[in-house]
């Protein structure tokens, strides 16, 4: 296993101003873009599964997987669908950038690790096979056994499928819709393997499938990256509790049905945020004492059981009191 960070999910670096030196249709729907300094300089480093968020407007943050290659330090590569529901951010990408325009970047950041094992299985659904083709890319480079279950609608809107095609050692399952129906996961969940671990990106749907197939897995054996958030019940304790500012002394009042993100903010305090459906970790603040109640679709169960933080755009407090790095 790759050792744990100290910090487990890496804080952004300094906003970039980058220029968009190609702009590619890749599959119906879908369009990458290359961005670069502008100079041939070198961006960040960065590992399979990280995103960035490009910063759209003063009031339009989106987060778009890197797919490209991490050892191209002069270019980073991002894949958008343009979501027939879109809330703005793909519609933007795709009606109003093109190739030469500069644009406002933060990141990269990683919450969807590749941890070592002996064999890979990876499904993906439509958009989400942006966060897995580098660590395809990687694993084929190592020698690595893995299998890819790759879905779409139809084969038209599959991207990158050429791409994948040039990796070594993989065996690939193309699954359009409208021709083979839907992932046969019960043929490739069936049990868990010794050795194996599960990567899944995709719609809420096929990432619900596959949770229900894995459930009672061994932990740290699936892995998951959601667009956007779980369908939730309505979360049963909502009631008020209080929250103490560890470097102030400061106790704020979190009243129900008020987030504890919104209270923070409106007590002075300075939490970077972007999706405020606890899907980026954007806004995770460490816990210094108290028992958090997770409502995110984020952490693993290993940072669950921690209790060491917390993303307060949706999650709450267990206890009375939840004491705060803040």
Same mark, same amino acid.
């Given at each position: 296993?790759?050792?744990?960070?100290?910090?487990?999910?890496?804080?952004?670096?300094?906003?970039?101003?980058?220029?968009?030196?190609?702009?590619?249709?890749?599959?119906?729907?879908?369009?990458?873009?290359?961005?670069?300094?502008?100079?041939?300089?070198?961006?960040?480093?960065?590992?399979?599964?990280?995103?960035?968020?490009?910063?759209?407007?003063?009031?339009?943050?989106?987060?778009?997987?890197?797919?490209?290659?991490?050892?191209?330090?002069?270019?980073?590569?991002?894949?958008?669908?343009?979501?027939?529901?879109?809330?703005?951010?793909?519609?933007?990408?795709?009606?109003?950038?093109?190739?030469?325009?500069?644009?406002?970047?933060?990141?990269?950041?990683?919450?969807?690790?590749?941890?070592?094992?002996?064999?890979?299985?990876?499904?993906?659904?439509?958009?989400?096979?942006?966060?897995?083709?580098?660590?395809?890319?990687?694993?084929?480079?190592?020698?690595?056994?893995?299998?890819?279950?790759?879905?779409?609608?139809?084969?038209?809107?599959?991207?990158?499928?050429?791409?994948?095609?040039?990796?070594?050692?993989?065996?690939?399952?193309?699954?359009?819709?409208?021709?083979?129906?839907?992932?046969?996961?019960?043929?490739?969940?069936?049990?868990?393997?010794?050795?194996?671990?599960?990567?899944?990106?995709?719609?809420?749907?096929?990432?619900?499938?596959?949770?229900?197939?894995?459930?009672?897995?061994?932990?740290?054996?699936?892995?998951?990256?959601?667009?956007?958030?779980?369908?939730?019940?309505?979360?049963?304790?909502?009631?008020?509790? $209080?929250?103490?500012?560890?470097? =102030?002394?400061?106790?704020?009042?979190?009243?129900? *049905?008020?987030? #504890?993100? +919104? @209270? !923070?903010? $409106?007590?002075?305090?300075?939490? =970077?945020?972007?999706?405020?459906?606890?899907?980026? *970790?954007?806004? #995770?603040? +460490? @816990? !210094?004492?108290?028992?958090?109640?997770?409502?995110?679709?984020?952490?693993?169960?290993?940072?669950?059981?921690?209790?060491?933080?917390?993303?307060?755009?949706?999650?709450?407090?267990?206890?009375?009191?939840?004491?705060?790095?803040?």
């Amino acid at each position: 296993m790759n050792p744990r960070p100290e910090n487990i999910f890496e804080g952004l670096s300094d906003q970039l101003s980058l220029k968009i030196e190609a702009m590619e249709v890749e599959a119906e729907g879908v369009v990458s873009l290359v961005l670069t300094d502008g100079f041939g300089g070198t961006l960040p480093s960065w590992e399979p599964g990280a995103h960035i968020d490009l910063i759209l407007s003063s009031d339009l943050t989106r987060q778009y997987s890197l797919c490209g290659d991490p050892s191209e330090r002069d270019r980073w590569r991002v894949g958008v669908l343009l979501a027939p529901d879109s809330r703005g951010g793909s519609q933007f990408v795709h009606d109003r950038l093109r190739a030469g325009d500069i644009v406002q970047v933060a990141g990269p950041r990683n919450n969807f690790r590749l941890v070592e094992a002996d064999h890979y299985l990876f499904i993906a659904g439509g958009i989400g096979i942006t966060p897995i083709l580098p660590m395809i890319r990687e694993v084929a480079a190592k020698g690595k056994r893995w299998t890819l279950l790759y879905g779409g609608r139809t084969e038209s809107s599959m991207a990158f499928v050429k791409e994948i095609g040039e990796f070594s050692g993989g065996d690939v399952h193309l699954v359009p819709q409208d021709k083979y129906g839907l992932l046969d996961l019960k043929r490739f969940l069936a049990d868990p393997v010794p050795g194996q671990v599960v990567y899944c990106c995709g719609p809420g749907p096929l990432i619900d499938a596959v949770e229900t197939h894995c459930f009672g897995w061994p932990a740290g054996m699936l892995h998951r990256e959601r667009f956007a958030p779980r369908q939730r019940p309505e979360i049963v304790d909502d009631g008020e509790f $209080e929250v103490e500012l560890a470097n =102030s002394g400061r106790r704020l009042s979190v009243p129900a *049905g008020k987030s #504890l993100l +919104k @209270v !923070l903010e $409106e007590a002075g305090c300075k939490i =970077s945020n972007s999706c405020r459906a606890g899907i980026c *970790g954007t806004c #995770l603040v +460490k @816990v !210094l004492d108290g028992v958090p109640e997770h409502n995110d679709d984020l952490l693993d169960d290993e940072q669950r059981e921690s209790g060491a933080v917390i993303l307060p755009c949706v999650s709450r407090s267990r206890t009375k009191t939840l004491v705060l790095d803040l």
